[in-house]
């Protein structure tokens, strides 16, 4: 069992910054793909990012890359993605997810755990 808490959403304002940050419970966490992903109002979940287990191996959205860095540390449990140059279309809750299935992570039907969301706000 994996618990995943997300943590670092905000409002921002286009052109800024903000990090998100997600930690893991439990002692399997290296052993997990991990991800990120947004959920706009009345839009489905979408893929953002994500990162193998050791770290050495990412792949993006083509919405994000160049902009949004995802990374892990598995002494401390956490995976981080820093979103730089923000847009207005960035506007979304975001879900840290974990899944062993995969070596990365990028489909919602390989997620096995979700955590609850932080929401992030870009203002025009």
């Known amino acids: 069992q994996v618990q995943l808490v997300e943590s670092g959403g905000g409002l921002v304002q286009a052109g800024g910054s903000l990090r998100v940050s997600c930690v893991a419970s439990?002692?399997?966490?290296?052993?997990?793909?991990m991800a990120w992903f947004r959920q706009a109002p009345g839009k489905e979940r979408e893929f953002v990012a994500t990162?193998?287990?050791?770290?050495?191996?990412?792949y993006y959205a083509d919405s994000v890359k160049g902009r949004f860095t995802i990374s892990r540390d598995n002494a401390k449990n956490t995976v981080d993605l820093q979103m730089n140059s923000l847009k207005p279309e960035d506007t979304a809750v975001y879900y840290c997810?974990?899944?062993?299935?995969?070596?990365?992570?990028?489909?919602?039907?390989?997620?096995?755990?979700w955590g609850q969301g932080t929401q992030v706000t870009v203002s025009s």
């Open positions: 990162i193998n287990w050791s770290g050495d191996n990412t």
């Open positions: 439990g002692r399997t966490f290296s052993s997990y793909a």
């Open positions: 997810a974990a899944g062993r299935s995969t070596v990365l992570l990028a489909s919602i039907r390989r997620v096995e755990y």
